[in-house]
């Protein structure tokens, strides 16, 4: 029996494959937990250092920019599909460790924008190669299994504001166990994990590759729906907590709410993942993205609004907001050549994130010149763009299942010129 042209898994393979994907989750929680821990204790970071709003963006930039330079790196040089990728993240994750425990130790502000850029390319080691890892032990049912490691994802990015909310830790304390956690994280993956029964031979470097990648327009509306997704999804995570210190008087209680938020979305990406397997992977997406773009729409103009409704309308945003982040990475798994499917996925998300840096820093100065409601306002124009991407893909996908299932046609008498669109 099979299931879309795929065998079905033995017992034995789906008894090892899920205790893998709890292994890899369980790692990714604990590996991604440098992403935003200066944000985490950003407002203890500028009465130490007496910080600008603009100062404190950049250094949630500068991960941004550090993850896309690495990412890049790791895309032309296919390094993604040249080095086993349990390896790759665990180096990934003790050079990220490295580089925020001298966040922690750095009484200097450039010192540490330095270093948060080398975070961030660090880390373009570990989440590429993580989807890849899992992705060797899926074939069907890889919509769920990417939105778990995508929920995962999203509970270790949430993790510092946790540490700060329950801890009341000093900045420098709440840093240094970031770090830990991102090297027991690398350690949990290389130790515990194995690969799968799909898993493709490290690649021979093949820069024509990529271009073979970005010219199939499955792979570029998959990820014009990314990066819409992208516009939004970074900036609404890196502010969340500033947002709820504005709201509430507690800085307890706003990390609280912050962490609360952003890790409501690992139910979303789990949501997802069945939908997409059960579904469509672009119905899923679409779903996400135009959900999360409606509540883009209202939660900033919430800011007075009672307690419970103001969290409850972040709830519902961080629950959509991230969903449909696995279902671009399973298209491009599914739709790219499998020797390099890590190569793909890194393009993919060096091009997204280059996006969050202009919604990053525009935020705050929206908010100061406009307040909350046209700062998050401005979000919604990227998952809108999304819906449209994966409403076009669903459509391409479509046609290309008909034209596979329809006897080929005589060819015409005489050739009709097509145009075609270099971008979609």
């Known amino acids: 029996m099979s299931v879309n042209g795929a065998a079905e ?29 200066t944000a985490a204790v950003l407002s203890q970071l500028k009465t130490a250092w007496q910080l600008s709003a603009s100062a404190g963006s950049w250094l949630t930039i500068m991960v941004q920019l550090g993850f896309v330079a690495g990412a890049a790196l790791s895309a032309a040089t296919n390094l993604a599909d040249r080095v086993p990728p349990r390896r ?11 580089a925020n425990a001298v966040v922690a130790m750095a009484d200097a502000y450039p010192v540490a924008i330095a270093a948060r850029f080398a975070t961030g390319a660090c880390l373009a080691a570990v989440y590429p190669p993580s989807l890849k890892a899992m992705s060797s032990w899926y074939r069907t049912g890889r919509g769920f299994a990417l939105g778990v490691m995508i929920g995962a994802l999203t509970v270790g990015s949430a993790l510092p504001h946790l540490i700060n909310a329950l801890g009341g830790l000093p900045w420098r304390l709440t840093l240094a166990i970031a770090s830990v956690f991102t090297v027991l994280g690398g350690l949990i993956a290389e130790r515990l994990g194995a690969d799968g029964p799909y898993a493709t031979r490290g690649a021979a470097f093949d820069p ?45 209680l706003a990390s609280l709410a912050a962490f609360a938020v952003i890790a409501a979305g690992a139910g979303g990406s789990i949501y997802a993942g069945l939908l997409s397997d059960r579904v469509s992977r672009t119905e899923a997406a ?50 790219t050549n499998a020797v390099y499917v890590g190569t793909a996925l890194t393009v993919q998300l060096a091009i997204g994130f280059t996006l ?14 406009a307040g909350w409601g046209w700062a998050f306002l401005l979000l919604a124009p990227g998952p809108l763009l999304g819906a449209w991407a994966m409403r076009a893909l669903e459509r391409e996908l479509a046609a290309e299942a008909e034209t596979v299932a329809t006897p080929a046609a005589a060819p015409p008498l005489a050739p009709t010129p097509v145009f075609v669109s270099p971008f979609f």
């Open 356 to 369: 969050t840096v202009f919604t990053i820093f525009l935020v705050p100065v929206v908010r100061d010149s």
């Open 208 to 252: 024509s590759q990529l271009r073979a990648i970005v010219a199939d327009r499955r792979f570029r509306l998959a990820s014009a729906g990314y990066f819409g997704h992208m516009w939004e999804l970074y900036a609404m995570w890196a502010w969340a907590a500033a947002f709820y210190r504005d709201a509430f008087t507690s800085p307890r």
């Open 286 to 335: 679409g779903r996400a993205l135009r959900s999360s773009a409606a509540v883009a729409l209202v939660a900033g103009f919430l800011l007075d609004a009672p307690a419970p409704i103001v969290v409850g309308a972040g709830l519902v945003w961080g629950f959509w907001v991230v969903a449909d982040s696995a279902q671009f990475s399973t298209i491009v798994t599914e739709v």
């Open 88 to 98: 790759l993240i665990l180096v990934g994750t003790i050079g990220a460790a490295a």
């Open 9 to 37: 898994p033995s017992e034995a393979e789906l008894v090892a494959r899920r205790r893998q994907l709890i292994v890899l989750a369980a790692a990714l929680v604990l590996a991604m937990s440098t992403w935003f821990s």
